[in-house]
């Protein structure tokens, strides 16, 4: 397998910028690529990435490929997995790195597919063996209570997909420099089977879910929407935000795109907490990787108490306000 060299980094760009998960990419990458002695690329697709390109020369990349313009400023599944595979079969990287966002869970297993290789989704961890210098991919399985890792001798290149905020986001270096490659898209839109109808943008109004260092969550124990007013009062003075569970979006008191879980979306913050949440595996599969779970539930058998490093058995309308009274003082807010 010889012939595999190097790493190759799938980038986000939103509105010009790469995005933090990117960031937290490179950092992966740069170590990976020091470990092996091999080059780190970037795979930046998108409308107007010049300066992005320029930016992750900065944050470390030896190369920085980039298919610039239509088809490519809709972020098409298909569109991207193309071009994804087509630079993979051009460059050959013994490693293709993804983030575990929306995009990347979409896009890793068709690129792995087309590779005809394997995929080894939401790492936590990636390394180099020192002895075999294959990569060593641990991540979690049975919903966090158990972390699998995963060696393949046999499949070049390694998709992976990371999960945000297990690592920094690299700092630039402005004096790096780095080649940048525009690559043709050799793809048009008789290629695609799929057709984008409509893109709906929807305003995330304060953080996002996977770039919070703080996130508190409320469940089906919250009773309706008026409840999470108290859960956006302790969010805000924690400097943090707001997630659900599957139940509130069912319910119809908080919208979807705020799941966190198995369906929805997959976080790792320093201080995870989780209000009238029972536990469950789909749920838990979102969170487990946060640094620290408190737990506020009326139940003290909940499976969510197994889980939480804190906990607080209670009705969360008594636990809430003296809690957002302590951490307000104590914060000086
Ligand atoms: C294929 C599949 C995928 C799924 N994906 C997801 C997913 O991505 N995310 C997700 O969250 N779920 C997901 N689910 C649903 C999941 O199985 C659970 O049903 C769901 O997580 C339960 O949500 P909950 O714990 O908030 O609500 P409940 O199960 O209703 O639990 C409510 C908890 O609140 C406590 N409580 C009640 N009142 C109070 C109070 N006043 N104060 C304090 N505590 C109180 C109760 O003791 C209880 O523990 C999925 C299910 C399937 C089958």
């Excluded at 992750?56 to 193309?82: C, I, N, Q």
């Excluded at 087509?86 to 990347?104: E, F, N, W, Y």
């Excluded at 049975?142 to 986001?169: I, K």
């Amino acid at each position: 397998m010889a012939e595999y060299q190097g790493i190759l980094i799938c980038g986000e760009v939103v509105d010009g910028r790469i995005t933090t998960i990117t960031k937290e990419l490179m950092t992966t990458g740069r170590r990976l690529s020091d470990d092996l002695n091999q080059p780190l690329s970037v795979l930046l697709i998108g409308r107007d990435i010049d300066e992005a390109a320029k930016e992750a020369v900065f944050l470390g990349a030896d190369k920085v490929y980039t298919a610039d313009g239509t088809p490519f400023a809709e972020s098409h599944p298909e569109h991207y997995t193309a071009m994804i595979v087509d630079v993979g079969k051009r460059i050959a990287p013994s490693i293709i790195l993804l983030g575990q966002t929306d995009m990347g869970r979409d896009i890793a297993p068709r690129v792995a597919a087309k590779l005809g290789t394997t995929v080894c989704m939401d790492c936590v961890e990636v390394a180099i063996d020192q002895e075999t210098r294959l990569l060593v991919q641990t991540k979690p399985v049975y919903g966090g209570n158990a972390m699998a890792v995963w060696v393949s001798e046999d499949y070049q290149p390694q998709v992976v997909t990371l999960r945000p905020r297990v690592g920094e986001p690299a700092e630039p270096d402005t004096s790096r420099k780095g080649e940048i490659v525009p690559v043709s898209t050799g793809v048009d839109d008789s290629m695609i089977k799929g057709k984008l109808v409509e893109t709906v943008k929807e305003e995330i109004k304060g953080i996002r879910l996977e770039e919070a260092k703080v996130i508190v969550t409320g469940g089906g124990g919250i009773g309706g929407s008026e409840g999470f007013q108290l859960l956006q009062e302790l969010a805000q003075v924690l400097g943090g935000t707001v997630g659900v569970s599957r139940v509130p979006c069912d319910e119809g008191w908080m919208p979807i795109s705020l799941e966190i879980g198995q369906t929805g979306h997959m976080v790792s913050p320093d201080l995870y907490i989780a209000v009238g949440i029972s536990g469950a595996l789909q749920h838990l599969a979102g969170c487990s990787g946060s640094k620290c779970i408190v737990a506020i539930n009326k139940d003290p058998e909940a499976h969510i108490f197994k889980e939480a490093d804190f906990g607080v058995v209670g009705d969360y309308r008594k636990a809430l306000p003296p809690l957002i009274e302590k951490c307000r003082a104590l914060l000086a807010i």
